[in-house]
């Protein structure tokens, strides 16, 4: 009954090649949030989704779209990979954007 | 928009002893700043928070002051115990409610 669910865990793939990692909440939140956490443990938000409506959208490569078929639910949809984009990927939800974020495991994506 | 620091990098403590970490925000609208501790492998998991009408918090072994005048907060872990080895981060939320986090402090409890 995890909170905040990620897969995959693990993802190593070609550049130049299109990836999806899924999210999951079960804690009845409205808004959801990916991040991109770089090899020096830097974490910056990259969107923000709150009851399906794109709310934030940082200064992000338009090759990375997130939808959201619903509110429990926040995937990223990654085009054209490159190495630079090789990173640990979180996903978090609140109730609301004033209260505390909670984070899945995150998803490791190694682009070769 | 809101920028973050957060001192120091890495912190090394003896078991026992107390460990501090510094955060300084930009934003004065800023009120609301969370504290997120990090194993291994883990996605980050909040420890404790404060709000901007309070300047003291404690829970247990933990505590955040804030000082919203001079725009910074920090984090008092008090008898640190191995279990307390992670990555801290402080954060700030910017405008429209955007977290902001800190770079992170790496804290090595030794035994």
């Known amino acids: 009954d995890t909170a905040v669910s990620q897969t995959p865990k693990y993802l190593v793939t070609q550049m130049g090649n299109d990836k999806s990692i899924k999210c999951e909440q079960n804690l009845g939140h409205d808004t959801m949030y990916w991040y991109k956490q770089d090899s020096k443990k830097f974490l910056k938000i990259m969107f923000s989704?709150?009851?399906?409506?794109?709310?934030i959208n940082e200064t992000v490569p338009n090759r990375f779209s997130p939808k959201s078929p619903d509110k429990a639910h926040l995937n990223l949809h990654i085009n054209s990979l490159e190495l630079g984009d090789s990173a640990v990927y979180f996903c978090a939800s609140s109730q609301e954007r004033r209260t505390e974020a909670f984070f899945g495991q995150g998803t490791r994506l190694t682009v070769v | 928009g809101e920028n973050v620091e957060q001192h120091p990098s890495t912190l090394s403590v003896q078991e026992g002893d107390s460990a501090v970490i510094k955060c300084t925000y930009s934003d004065s609208a800023s009120n609301y700043f969370p504290w997120y501790k990090q194993e291994l492998g883990k996605g980050p998991q909040l420890i404790i928070d404060?709000?901007?009408?309070?300047g003291e918090k404690k829970d247990q072994r933990i505590a955040v002051t804030l000082n919203k005048t001079a725009k910074h907060f920090s984090l008092h872990i008090t008898e640190t115990q191995p279990e307390d080895s992670a990555v801290y981060f402080c954060a700030a939320n910017g405008a429209g409610n955007k977290l902001t986090f800190g770079g992170g402090t790496r804290v090595l409890v030794k035994p």
């Open positions: 989704y709150n009851n399906k409506e794109l709310i």
């Open positions: 404060i709000r901007s009408n309070v």
